[in-house]
């Protein structure tokens, strides 16, 4: 598999990694995002934003993240879909996984969102890791032939679910709510052959023994009773809003309300590592706060990095 060396990787394409990876360009520091989809995150998914200095009023929250990832890129970042499931970072080079290869860099800056939720469903903390996933393309091809679930609607379960496709025999997709009429990717999931749609329908319990998840309970709206699935693979895609850390495992300090403990640079308890926006929990989230982020851990990177003494600013003066 592929191994990217470069100064800095960003795990998290929103508008904190955006900046981020902006002004490190700008610095000429060789600049990598990884982020798992561009349409998933808070501000991907605001439907408009009036209070983003300097923009039009009517923008949607996507338009604007498409308008800094695009700046980025024209300075050099390297933008990279993939999801990020662990990361090693001891020693002075950081080490980022994902199922599209291996990024090493000098500094890591944290930046996934508060998107996240503790495991709720009964039996979903138990088989996590041996039966329930949240990254398809990470564990997909553990499936091949099987039969598998996907709960939730929103854009990453409709993608993720594609993806299963590929590879189960079955794709029981579980839905509380109908996927919109005009939504193209719902409806093309939809006509695939091998997709079971369970309308109106929430997931009860996850079952399994000693060898993982060996099938699900569900309730339908229009029915009384439970009934059984039998089903190898439970992926769940829900949204919530607690800071997405589960693959930093024990690495980095967290407060207790979740978020990554950071100073005023931005920089994390673990020396080379930054956490940036909404990961933070911090009280005002908001996509100008995220961004304001971004820029200091960039300038913050570029003095450790070159070690220099004080912060070099990115301004022409004429
Ligand atoms: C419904 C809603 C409306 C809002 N309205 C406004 C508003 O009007 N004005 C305003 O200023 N703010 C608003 N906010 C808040 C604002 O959107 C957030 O504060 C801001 O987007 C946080 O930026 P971020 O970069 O930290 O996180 P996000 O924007 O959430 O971006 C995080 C990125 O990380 C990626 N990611 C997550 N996990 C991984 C992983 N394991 N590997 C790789 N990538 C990963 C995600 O796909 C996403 O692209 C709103 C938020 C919501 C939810």
Redesign the pocket.
Known sequence: METIESDVVI????????TCALYASRADLKTVI???????????????????PGVSTEMS?EAL?TLMRDQAVQYGTDYRR????GVDVSGDWKTVF?PEGTFKARALVL??????RPASFKGEADFLGRGVSY?ATCDGAFYKGREVAVVGVNK?AIEEAQVLTKFASTVHWITSNDPKKDDAHAQGLLASPNVQHWSQTRLMLIEGNESGVTGIRLKSRSKDNEEGLTVEGVFVYM?G?KP?T??LGEQVALKEDGGVVVDDFMATTSEGVWA?????N?PF???????S??CIAAMSIDRFLNSRKVIRVDWVHS
């Open positions: 795990v998290g394409g929103g508008p904190a990694g955006c990884l982020d798992k989809n561009p349409s998933v995150g808070a501000l991907a998914i605001t439907h408009q934003i009036a209070n983003y929250g993240l993939a999801q990020v499931f994902t930046a996934s969102g508060a998107m996240g990254c990453e949204s809003s997405i589960d693959f940036i926006g909404d990961i933070r911090t989230k908001q996509a100008v706060v995220a961004a982020d971004g």
